[in-house]
């Protein structure tokens, strides 16, 4: 099988692409000129994973924190770290679970391709004991303890506790403590052979690469995979949100809120077209350049370095979610509220329209200039069934009516919920 040339006129950027005979899907974004090199190893298995279908229709529940828990685990092989592999090649690595995936990665500017023989051969090499399990239970417990005591961590996962009534984004990605005590090799070894399997992962590189080199050590590491038939089991989700508000105390100068909008569940998975008008919309609303963004900080209801809003998504699930830091949280969701209230009775017009298309294009056109970036992009993308240079077009092609009637689907004020970390009054 050959690489597939996929490429974008208007950006003059070209990446290529296959269904490997293993299975697994292959991203290459060659940056000749670039000194360093990136790649990550993603499987689309996070968090919200607890509950399953397998080949033979059996339904399994897992103690919640294991996909964390099983990203830990997997750089201790039989053969040892890893890491220490790694240090030998000069490769700064790392990993990471998120809500619906779990990634693996590395950025060198050397022995690319010793570095990428780690990534490949770890990855497809579980070692699971009762002792190095044990062993990692405390430490995972320190980190779930540390989030625990995190203002930030804590106003985000009380919004979505707010926010979500079935879903499991409501949890913690670590799990518990409590949680994570009944973790177990066997429950380790049952989730590997569930999701890690190369139909359900993808490998995305960027940077200075040769494609023919890197496929010769593709072809060389990858082992065959069956096809993929695990099912994700997702409760469905009412509509409404389960608390309007919510909040804590904690040891800090200065309150930190979110405010979310829960997101029309029959299209949480956006297309690229879709996609396209939720970020100009949110542009539109709180870019620096927006009135909401002027009214708020004339109003000393926000600052401008820890403003933001985000359109966050999942399957079964979409949020956008806009926080920062507030002397009266209370006011500045008022505020969003009522300028959200206002763009809907009024509509986004012409001229908005404009000029948050070249915002955000010119956002996004600064990412293909970091190939940490690219290949990241590339496996959200790739997960979410999305082409990215597609992407791009859609900012611009977009219409007016196009944007405006994705308005009331991702900002309903009806199904938002405040999440509040405040001051401790003492």
């Not at 405010?259 to 569940?265: A, D, P, Q, Y």
């Not at 000393?300 to 009266?328: H, K, Q, R, V, W």
């Not at 000029?355 to 790739?382: P, Q």
Request: proline letters at 3%.
């Amino acid at each position: 099988m050959k690489l597939k040339e996929i490429s974008s006129n208007h950006l003059n950027e070209k990446y290529f692409y296959m269904k490997h005979p293993s299975g697994l899907n292959i991203y290459l974004y060659p940056k000749k000129d670039y000194n360093s090199s990136y790649a990550v190893l993603g499987v689309n298995y996070g968090s919200i994973d607890a509950t399953f279908k397998t080949s033979n229709n059996k339904i399994i529940t897992v103690p919640d924190g294991i996909a964390h828990y099983l990203e830990h685990k997997l750089f201790e092989g039989e053969k040892g770290s890893a890491f220490d592999l790694y240090a030998k090649t000069g490769a700064s690595a790392n990993a990471y679970t998120s809500f619906d995936k779990t990634a693996y990665l590395f950025s060198c500017s050397d022995k690319f391709q010793e570095s990428l023989e780690i990534l490949l051969d770890f990855v497809q090499s579980p070692y699971f004991t009762d002792e190095n399990v044990e062993k990692e239970r405390g430490i995972i417990a320190q980190e779930i303890k540390m989030y625990e005591d995190s203002p930030d961590w804590r106003v985000y996962f009380n919004l979505l506790t707010a926010m979500y009534k079935n879903h499991p984004i409501n949890l913690d990605i670590a799990g518990t403590v409590e949680s994570i005590s009944r973790i177990t090799p066997e429950y380790l070894y049952e989730c590997y052979k569930a999701f890690y399997n190369l139909n359900n992962m993808s490998l995305c590189i960027s940077g200075n690469i040769d494609t023919d080199d890197t496929m010769a050590i593709i072809d060389k590491h990858l082992k065959y995979s069956e096809p993929f038939s695990t099912e994700r089991i997702i409760p469905q989700e009412p509509r409404e949100v389960v608390k309007k508000e919510v909040s804590q105390s904690f040891d800090i100068g200065t309150s930190v809120f979110q405010l979310g909008f829960k997101g029309n569940l029959e299209t949480a998975r956006a297309s690229e077209k879709d996609l396209a008008c939720t970020n100009i919309i949110l542009t539109a609303l709180a870019s620096k350049a927006s009135p909401m963004y002027a009214r708020l900080l004339n109003l000393g209801l926000i600052n401008t370095s820890s403003f933001d809003c985000e359109y966050m998504e999942a399957p079964g699930m979409a949020a956008a979610i806009f926080a920062g830091e507030s002397s009266d949280p209370y006011k500045a969701a008022q505020v969003i509220k009522e300028e959200i209230e206002k763009i809907h009775a009024s509509g986004i017009d012409e001229e908005t329209l404009n000029w948050t298309k070249k915002s955000l294009y010119g956002e996004n056109i600064g990412g293909f200039n970091s190939v940490n970036g690219i290949a990241n992009s590339l496996l959200d993308f790739s997960f979410a069934e999305r082409e990215i240079f597609k992407y791009m077009d859609c900012i611009f092609k977009v219409s007016l009516d196009e944007v405006n009637a994705k308005l009331k689907e991702i900002l309903d004020v009806e199904a938002s919920s405040l999440s509040v970390v405040k001051p401790n009054e003492k």
